[in-house]
């Protein structure tokens, strides 16, 4: 569940909330660098995960922006679960997406959730777009353990998720309030997690990878 509105932001979220006061609920709130960068994103976990006719949670769904892109491309689950930690957020997502179901959560801090989307939604697929970023990389591990944990004894199952890396020459260019993961740590972790695995870093630079797990099935 997410946490109460008198709490102050854990830091992971505190940016969102931030540009969300100073830009409102829009793409500005969302801290991504640009469009045409988000779309690219969006496009390569399309192809990682094959999303249409499955059942999907998008881990910090903003405005529902990957529902959008899917859609858009005629490959939208046949049930998509938007889970966010802002209300400011999911509110215009519920009335852009009424079809979609949506979730008010820290997947941080809520350590049943995954369980949940797996058990009371059925869940095959889940998607972190960006929203690891502003994590710690050893926090984020230990988010997608438990996530992949909901999942990995389930069939034809996908834990997808994006990234920004500390290879190549940007590696010490400044990126906001997002941090940079070690590739090879990352890539280990995935290895260990499950035996089918995809990591892509061909899209967008050295600096921008993308992780698939599969399940057998």
Known sequence: MSHPQSEPDPRYLAPYREAVRQHGPSFEALLWRSEAYQRMRFQVLMQATQPKGKALADLGAGMGGL???????????????????LI????????????????????????GLFERLVSEHGVRVMVFSGSLNTLEERT?????????????????????????????????????????????RVFRWAQRASGRVLYRQDYLGPHDATVALYSEG
Request: proline share 6%; charged share 25%.
């Open 67 to 85: 529902l959008g892109y899917l859609v858009e491309q005629d490959r939208a689950p046949a049930r998509y679960v938007g889970v966010e930690g």
């Open 88 to 111: 400011e957020l999911v509110e215009p997502a519920r009335v852009a997406y009424p079809q979609a179901h949506w979730v008010v959560a820290d997947f941080v801090r809520d350590a």
């Open 140 to 184: 984020a591990l230990a988010v997608l353990d438990r996530a992949w944990d909901a999942l990995h004894d389930q069939p034809n199952a996908v834990l997808a998720f994006n990234f920004l890396t500390s290879a190549g020459r940007k590696r010490y260019e400044a990126s906001g309030p997002a941090n940079r993961f070690h590739g090879t």
